[in-house]
């Protein structure tokens, strides 16, 4: 018994190590893309719509750049999961609250699981997604007041903005591949290693 114990163990231990290994290189691209990508959706908001009165930047924009960034390998990171969930989940966040505009207590938990249901059967699946619905229901007047252009912007808008840095700081290093096995991907790599090839 004693034994089956130090085993598993030492087994946790070893898949706990592995699983938070990740190298100095890593950690900094994951760094310098979600900077980036935050960054220039704050920008633009910090510059461009004060005067619409507009937004751009929501919460769950920060835990989507933890995943795009820092777990590039996962299938709910995915251009299809990332994409299509925070759309989904807007245009149910938004309907919903047309629907129930005044009680929190059914409206919230409604966006939520029904955004997470509409994403699991569109094969979608982004956690953030969830977040972006509840926004849309809880948030301030200015959200509440967007309507259907919520969807758009900032949900469509900021997500754009953050695909695009990841496509392009997620490519740069040759140990980094962003969107996983696509052919997008192996375009962008074979592009960057025929310049290495020509520069040589």
């Known amino acids: 018994m004693r034994q089956k114990i130090k085993r598993n ?6 898949v706990i190590y592995k699983e938070t290994l990740i190298d100095f290189k890593e950690q900094f691209w994951s760094f310098i893309g979600a900077f980036v990508g935050i960054g220039l959706i704050a920008f633009i908001q910090s ?4 005067e619409l009165e507009n937004v751009l930047l929501i919460g769950s924009f920060g835990a989507s750049s933890v995943l795009i960034f ?9 251009p299809r999961n990332f994409i299509g969930g925070q ?3 807007g245009l149910i966040g938004v309907t919903i609250f047309k629907f129930f505009p005044e009680i929190i207590w059914i409206t919230a938990p409604l966006a939520v ?6 994403m699991q059967i569109t094969k979608t699946l982004h956690p953030p997604g969830g977040a972006t619905a509840l926004i849309a229901v809880i948030g301030t007047e200015k ?12 949900v469509l808008t900021g997500t754009i903005i953050l695909f695009i840095t990841a496509l392009i700081f997620n490519n740069i290093t040759k140990h980094r591949s962003y ?4 052919r997008l991907t192996r375009v962008f790599k074979s592009k960057g290693l025929k310049q290495k090839k020509n520069n040589n």
């Open 9 to 14: 163990a030492r087994i946790s231990k070893y």
């Open 143 to 154: 959200i509440k007041t967007l309507g259907y252009f919520y969807v758009i912007s900032p």
């Open 47 to 50: 510059f461009y719509l004060p």
């Open 87 to 89: 759309i989904i989940s």
């Open 113 to 118: 699981a029904t955004s997470i249901l509409a």
């Open 70 to 78: 820092a777990a590039i390998q996962s299938p709910l990171t995915q």
């Open 179 to 182: 969107p996983t096995n696509s």
